[in-house]
């Protein structure tokens, strides 16, 4: 029986690739909507990104809803420097025939949440966890009710991405990320420890061009372009393939491994805002809140979502 999941993302290019991953794997992943969230760039663009990805990959019955436009105390941080001007730089992704639900985000979690079955929706977050907070926030009842948050974001042997200290999506809305850490949910996350272990190598995007396939090409393309950044940045053979390592810790949990550990969101320090504080080796007592990946086999990571990939048009 398929997993019942909702994908809260910002897509950027790797979002995009997390998204494709998803919808490629119907016998697994029953996509109840697809929600966007302020973060890469502003709402309105993730929102129309979204759109663009699921009418790329023919899914047009996967419903679609704008959610957050900032985080909830603080202004938005955007990254155009990292994933272009639309947020999805790289491919001619034409104009968006499908549209938006009329129903918040929000408001979307919450009705799913409370209409299902206990502990049958998986939430998976590919951006700031601002939508799945204000949710928690504006419906308490809910947490209890989570299958799992699988999410991707933090670090800690890795540190930062943003900033020395944090990572991107923790960064833009850490007090969002703290609500949902200290929910109460089982959460799995997904922190750069394990996603700057998964490079995309000149080989492995040419695969994925190789397919020929509209997909594969548009996949080919958004990672060619969003590298550029992190080949600069990071100097290695490839850049890091984040988000989809979401989707593929659902449908193949045995790539990765990592243990249960506490984590806690710096919220009040300006120099490490976002931090997510890891007690990794468990030097405190804090209650265990989140299963940390910590690494990964990238060879089965990219096979896998190649062979998925090329199921689409």
């Given at each position: 029986?398929?997993?019942?999941?909702?994908?809260?993302?910002?897509?950027?290019?790797?979002?995009?690739?997390?998204?494709?991953?998803?919808?490629?794997?119907?016998?697994?992943?029953?996509?109840?909507?697809?929600?966007?969230?302020?973060?890469?760039?502003?709402?309105?663009?993730?929102?129309?990104?979204?759109?663009?990805?699921?009418?790329?990959?023919?899914?047009?019955?996967?419903?679609?809803?704008?959610?957050?436009?900032?985080?909830?105390?603080?202004?938005?941080?955007?990254?155009?420097?990292?994933h272009g001007q639309s947020g999805l730089d790289g491919p001619d992704l034409p104009e968006p025939e499908i549209a938006l639900q009329q129903q918040h985000g929000v408001d979307f979690i919450i009705e799913?949440?409370?209409?299902?079955?206990?502990?049958?929706?998986?939430?998976?977050?590919?951006?700031?966890?601002?939508?799945?907070?204000?949710?928690?926030?504006?419906?308490?009842?809910?947490?209890?009710?989570?299958?799992?948050?699988?999410?991707?974001?933090?670090?800690?042997?890795?540190?930062?991405n943003i900033t020395p200290a944090a990572e991107f999506n923790i960064y833009v809305d850490p007090e969002a990320a703290q609500t949902v850490f200290q929910c109460g949910a089982p959460i799995t996350m997904?922190?750069?420890?394990?996603?700057?272990?998964?490079?995309?190598?000149?080989?492995?995007?040419?695969?994925?061009?190789?397919?020929?396939?509209?997909?594969?090409?548009?996949?080919?393309?958004?990672?060619?372009?969003?590298?550029?950044?992190?080949?600069?940045?990071?100097?290695?053979?490839?850049?890091?393939?984040?988000?989809?390592?979401?989707?593929?810790?659902?449908?193949?949990?045995?790539?990765?491994?990592?243990?249960?550990?506490?984590?806690?969101?710096?919220?009040?320090?300006?120099?490490?805002?976002?931090?997510?504080?890891?007690?990794?080796?468990?030097?405190?007592?804090?209650?265990?809140?989140?299963?940390?990946?910590?690494?990964?086999?990238?060879?089965?990571?990219?096979?896998?979502?190649?062979?998925?990939?090329?199921?689409?048009?």
């Open positions: 029986m398929a997993r019942k999941i909702i994908i809260d993302t910002d897509p950027g290019q790797d979002d995009a690739v997390a998204i494709l991953l998803a919808l490629a794997s119907p016998q697994e992943l029953d996509i109840l909507g697809v929600v966007a969230v302020a973060g890469n760039v502003g709402l309105a663009q993730n929102a129309r990104n979204a759109l663009k990805v699921v009418e790329l990959s023919g899914r047009d019955d996967v419903r679609v809803f704008a959610g957050c436009p900032r985080p909830m105390m603080r202004e938005l941080v955007t990254a155009e420097h990292v799913t949440l409370r209409s299902e079955p206990e502990k049958t929706v998986t939430l998976c977050a590919l951006g700031p966890l601002t939508n799945l907070a204000m949710a928690l926030v504006k419906a308490p009842d809910i947490a209890s009710r989570i299958e799992e948050i699988v999410l991707m974001g933090g670090a800690y042997f890795e540190v930062g997904m922190p750069l420890d394990v996603t700057h272990q998964m490079l995309g190598t000149p080989d492995r995007i040419a695969a994925f061009a190789a397919l020929g396939n509209r997909s594969g090409m548009a996949v080919a393309a958004m990672l060619g372009f969003s590298e550029r950044f992190d080949l600069k940045k990071y100097g290695g053979p490839g850049a890091p393939l984040h988000d989809p390592c979401v989707i593929a810790y659902l449908l193949a949990p045995q790539i990765f491994e990592g243990k249960t550990c506490n984590v806690e969101i710096e919220t009040g320090s300006a120099l490490t805002r976002g931090m997510t504080v890891t007690d990794y080796w468990h030097v405190t007592d804090r209650a265990p809140n989140a299963n940390f990946i910590r690494s990964g086999d990238s060879d089965a990571f990219f096979a896998l979502i190649a062979e998925r990939i090329a199921r689409l048009p």
